[in-house]
Every structure is written in structure tokens, then in C-alpha cells.
């Protein structure tokens, strides 16, 4: 493949693809800033592999694997640990909830456990399959499976306090 016509496929790709690629980051991340950068090294990991993805279709699985890892390799890293940015300027996730309903919804979200939140974004979400989430997470259907449950069930239990 030609280096103009590579770049040429993988800007039409990011184009079309990065703000909802920006939504996944920010939905498995929970904080805008650090979706930037997560999402920053997806898509240049993904150019770097952009010749042999392209040909079979799996770059949009393969970005959603890379915001992932990326994130988890974020949350080891000891400086990570300090809270940073300023509440309540980030811009809205989406259209059609009320204000307050997505900041419920949010709220409940981020204080899932990580992997849970996790599973949950990719499943519901997302729509993976249980087995494309096991495949982004690198963890067992089973373990998807059970963090998904109990997440949801978590989520069910936050939301329905908060409505009354």
C-alpha cells in the first residue's frame, strides 16, 4: 500500500469514527481529559498496525482494545492516582436524556468498579458480544459475564435511589 493512500484510509477512518471512538474512551474512562489522551494513543497505535487491520476490517475492535488497555495501564501508573481537572466542565455525552438523568447515570457509572464499568460500557453500550468484550477486556466470557451482572445490578440499585 502506498504511504498517501494509507493515510488517506486512515483519516477518512478517524473522521468518521472519532467522536464516537471519544464517547467509548470518555464512557470507559469517565473523565473527558483522560479520553483525549487514551484515545490519542489508540489512533496512533492503530496507524502503526493500519496496513494489516485494513485489509481485514478490525480497526474499530482494535482502537476499542487499545482505549481500554490504554486506560488500565493509566490506572496503575502511581501518578494517576491524583484527581485533576475541573468538575463539571466537561461537554455532554449525548442527546435525549435530562440534564439531571445523564449525570445520574454517569455518577452510578463511575462508581462501579473498574472492570465492571467496563463490561457494562461494552456490553450495553457499546453492543459487543460477550465474546468481543472478553476479546477487548483479555479476560474469560464467564468473567464478562459475571461483572456485567453485577454492574447492571449496581446501576439498577444507584438509579432507582436516586429517583426518589
Same mark, same amino acid.
Request: proline content about 0%; cysteine-free.
Given at each position: 500500500? $502506498? !504511504?498517501?493512500q494509507r493515510d488517506q484510509e486512515f483519516t477518512e477512518f478517524v473522521a468518521? $469514527? !472519532?467522536?464516537?471512538l471519544r464517547r467509548v474512551a470518555y464512557a470507559v474512562c469517565g473523565d473527558w481529559n483522560r479520553a483525549d489522551d487514551v484515545l490519542q494513543t489508540a489512533l496512533t497505535k492503530l496507524y502503526l498496525a493500519w496496513p494489516g487491520l485494513r485489509r481485514d476490517g478490525r480497526e474499530e475492535a482494535y482502537v $476499542? !482494545?487499545?482505549i481500554v488497555r490504554a486506560d488500565i495501564d493509566e490506572h496503575r501508573r502511581p501518578w494517576r492516582r491524583e484527581e485533576a481537572g475541573l468538575d463539571g466542565h466537561d461537554g455532554p455525552v449525548r442527546e435525549g436524556l435530562a440534564v439531571e438523568e445523564r449525570n445520574a447515570l454517569f455518577e452510578a457509572l463511575q462508581a462501579l468498579p473498574v472492570m465492571q464499568r467496563k463490561t457494562v460500557v461494552l456490553r450495553h453500550w457499546l453492543g459487543l458480544s460477550v465474546e468481543e468484550t472478553a476479546a477487548d477486556l483479555g479476560i474469560s466470557t464467564g468473567t464478562v459475564k459475571s461483572h456485567t451482572s453485577r454492574g447492571v445490578a449496581s446501576l439498577q440499585q444507584a438509579l432507582s435511589a436516586h429517583d426518589h
Open positions: 500500500m $502506498r !504511504q498517501s468518521a $469514527r !472519532q467522536v464516537h $476499542r !482494545q487499545i
